[in-house]
Every structure is written in structure tokens, then in C-alpha cells.
């Protein structure tokens, strides 16, 4: 299929988009943007460390009607997470792409230090907030 013909998927690397030639087709520049948007998006990125937490603006469903958006980065290798009730989950590339997030050190970091965080995401700031509460 050539990007022509108007393909759903967006995930050719930015090495061969850079390599295209000029088009006026409706379809290629259309895809051609989807692809760049993915690539830039990926750039933006913030990088997943272990001992960190991941942060979603909006919670994420799973099965049982749970929703939750802050989770901690047990192993960002193998992408297993455990949420703030203590459940294991893996999340997978798609829902990294598809949901905005924030990395943030929240484990070790001083009460008084919480505060500075605060301002990043309305997300971060609610989680912020909440374990500013319980101290």
C-alpha cells in the first residue's frame, strides 16, 4: 500500500519520512502530517525511569470499573507498574501514545519539597495535594 491509497497507520520512522519527496496528493499529506505528529509527540516524551511515578491527566479504565491515573514504576523495562490501591499492571506502548503524562519523583522526596512539583499537570497537582493531606 503507498501512502497514496490514504493508509490508517501512522508509525513510519522519522528516517524514511525524511527521505520523501515533495507531494501534492491529499492522502500522502494528510498521512504525512499523521506521521509527523507521532513523531514529534514521541519526542516529547518524558523518559520512564524505575522508582518513579507516571502520572495520566485523565484516569485510565480497567476491568472491575477501576479507574486510576497514578502509577509507579516498578520496572520500565519490562513496563509493570503498581497503582496507588497496590494492584500490578502492565501498560502497553499504545496507551503511553495515546494518553498525555507526566513522569515525577514522588517516592523519597521531602514533604516540604512536594509543593515545588505542583504546577506540571492538574493531574500532579491533585496527587500532590493528596499526599500533602495525609502527612
Not at 528516517?15 to 514521541?42: H, P
Request: proline letters at 5%.
Amino acid at each position: 500500500m503507498s501512502e497514496d491509497a490514504g493508509p490508517c497507520e501512522c508509525e513510519c520512522p522519522e528516517k524514511i519520512l525524511k527521505l520523501l519527496t515533495a507531494t501534492t496528493n491529499t492522502y500522502a499529506t494528510r498521512w504525512r502530517a499523521n506521521c509527523w505528529a507521532r513523531v514529534n509527540n514521541k519526542k516529547k516524551r518524558q523518559p520512564l525511569k524505575q522508582g518513579h511515578h507516571v502520572i495520566f491527566d485523565k484516569p485510565l479504565s480497567f476491568k472491575g470499573n477501576i479507574k486510576e491515573n497514578v502509577f509507579y514504576i516498578q520496572d520500565s523495562v519490562g513496563r509493570l507498574y503498581r497503582s496507588t490501591r497496590g494492584s500490578y499492571c502492565r501498560l502497553n506502548n499504545r496507551t503511553l501514545q495515546n494518553n498525555p503524562y507526566h513522569v515525577v519523583k514522588l517516592e523519597g522526596v521531602p514533604i516540604e519539597d512536594l509543593p515545588t512539583l505542583i504546577g506540571i499537570s492538574q493531574a500532579v497537582d491533585q496527587e500532590v495535594q493528596r499526599r500533602l493531606a495525609t502527612f
